[in-house]
């Protein structure tokens, strides 16, 4: 065994790399943790639920759509119906990690599954672009993780013990939207996601009226349509072989 393989993982030089190729966005992931975590406090959550949530649920944007409806005591099936709705994306993520991790153990997959967001995702595929495993991946990943958890979970948990004393007019709203903005847009990578993200903005503005915040289960519904459609009508163009005889 080579003196790298047998050092922890958090020795490994791409623990280090994952690590910094995180810490460019995680002033975006603090904002938008501090701006749920001040949601959550100001929403009347009791704070050791609202401490659970966030250490459990580890998604804000299922987080926020749940909260009111958790709040106005909608059912526990429409609950789930919504955080499982907004959350689908990580089935595609899961999908895509798979040629990486697929042989680890199952215990040790669900554990990588409880950190997976969107942004390491974005930072890992970019980094290994071909879907094979590799010993460099593993360090990577958890390199990758420990700063974004960090950078999510001390913001909300902040958010949600200092509440009272942040002032709204800091516009931390705003910033968190910017920080969702910039994670849309470096998802949108080809038309396909274009005109899926296009239809779930159209789709989210006109239903918007709906109650129980059910226009996102529209937009999402309709985006994953469109997703499809442009999938399976968009021609596969196959080069001719070149005759080298």
Not at 14 to 25: L, P, S
Not at 155 to 175: Q, V
């Amino acid at each position: 065994m080579s003196d790298v393989q047998a050092r922890p993982i958090w020795r490994h030089p791409e623990f280090a790399h994952g690590a910094r190729d995180m810490v460019g966005i995680s002033m975006g992931i603090a904002a938008w943790g501090l701006v749920t975590g001040v949601a959550m406090a100001k929403s009347g959550l009791p704070l050791p639920l609202a401490v659970l949530m966030s250490l459990l649920v580890f998604a804000g944007s299922a987080q926020l759509a749940a909260l009111p409806l958790i709040i106005t005591g909608a059912p526990v099936w429409m609950v789930w119906a919504i955080a499982l709705c907004v959350n689908l994306r990580f089935v595609i993520f899961s999908a895509q990690w798979r040629p990486y991790f697929a042989h680890l153990p199952r215990w040790q997959r669900m554990r990588l599954g409880y950190f997976t967001a969107d942004l390491n995702y974005v930072v890992f595929m970019s980094r290994f672009p071909q879907p094979r495993p590799s010993p460099e991946q593993l360090p990577y990943f958890w390199g990758g993780v420990a700063v974004n958890w960090l950078s999510w979970q001390l913001p909300t948990l902040a958010g949600l013990l200092l509440a009272d004393a942040i002032p709204t007019e800091w516009g931390f709203g705003f910033a968190g939207i910017l920080a969702l903005l910039a994670l849309m847009y470096s998802l949108l990578s080809d038309r396909a996601s274009w005109v899926a993200a296009g239809v779930a903005f159209s789709a989210a503005v006109a239903t918007a009226g709906l109650p129980l915040k059910l226009n996102i289960v529209v937009a999402i519904a309709a985006a994953v349509a469109a997703g499809l459609l442009m999938d399976h009508v968009t021609p596969i163009v196959v080069k001719p072989v070149e005759d080298r005889t």
